[in-house]
């Protein structure tokens, strides 16, 4: 199975604030690879997917790079409705893998 | 607009089983295959497996292969989770989550699954 290692696990940050999370595979997605965001007690939202492409309806305030093994999701300015917890997710084999998640909170 | 109604929660004593059901509406249902995902207290996601909507294939991660079975009825555009020998850490919710490329982009609400003796 393809490891995800995110991190980090938790994360601190001011309203404006850019943020910044990143995502290890145990082997080569090439680009396969997607973002999720969970609000507590909510079912997870896809943001997005191949690495870098925004889901219809995201703010463009969220974006993704990379591939081969190295991703990062940035939010670039931080807004009080984002506090949630954050997932990356490998599509390029089965099984599907999550990374760990990273919970953002509000400084 | 897309909708996965799930069915609600469910307590089950170990040893025994659970079926789960994901209605699909908003969407032709044979379009597009159906995961299922996993998240116990605190825990990351974990996928279970997922029905290919068209012709009824299914795959399923190694952990719950023999365990876990993946149906549907295509008449009435639901699929279903059913997993048996419960365990107490088996206590979880499950999602269901509508596929496009491995991309999971319609889920369930979810489905509070609690074993307990």
């Known amino acids: 199975d393809i490891q995800m290692t995110q991190s980090p696990s938790s994360l601190s940050a001011s309203v404006g604030d850019r943020v910044t999370i990143t995502c290890q595979a145990s082997?080569?997605?090439?680009?396969?690879l997607n973002w999720y965001q969970q609000k507590p007690g909510k079912a997870p939202k896809l943001l997005i997917y191949?690495?870098?492409t925004l889901e219809t309806g995201v703010p463009s305030r969220f974006s993704g790079s990379g591939s081969g093994t190295d991703f990062t999701f940035t939010i670039s300015s931080l807004q009080p409705e984002d506090i949630a917890t954050y997932y990356c997710?490998?599509?390029?084999?089965?099984?599907?893998?999550f990374g760990g998640g990273t919970k953002v909170e509000i400084k | 607009q897309v909708q996965l109604v799930q069915s609600g929660t469910e307590v089950k004593k170990p040893g025994a089983s659970v079926k789960v059901s994901c209605k699909a509406s908003?969407?032709?249902?044979?379009?597009?295959?159906m995961h299922w995902v996993r998240q116990a207290p605190g825990q990351r996601l974990e996928w279970m497996g997922w029905?290919?909507?068209?012709?009824?294939?299914?795959k399923y991660s190694q952990k719950f292969q023999g365990r876990v079975t993946i149906t549907m009825d295509t008449s009435a555009s639901t699929a279903y989770m059913e997993m048996s020998s419960l365990r107490s850490d088996d206590t979880a919710v499950y999602y269901c989550?509508?596929?496009?490329?491995?991309?999971?982009?319609?889920w369930g609400r979810g489905t509070l699954v609690t074993v307990s003796s």
């Open positions: 029905i290919n909507t068209a012709n009824g294939n299914t």
């Open positions: 989550a509508k596929d496009v490329q491995y991309q999971l982009d319609y």
């Open positions: 082997q080569d997605i090439s680009n396969y």
């Open positions: 191949d690495a870098s």
């Open positions: 908003g969407y032709t249902f044979t379009s597009y295959s």
């Open positions: 997710q490998q599509c390029d084999n089965f099984p599907l893998t």
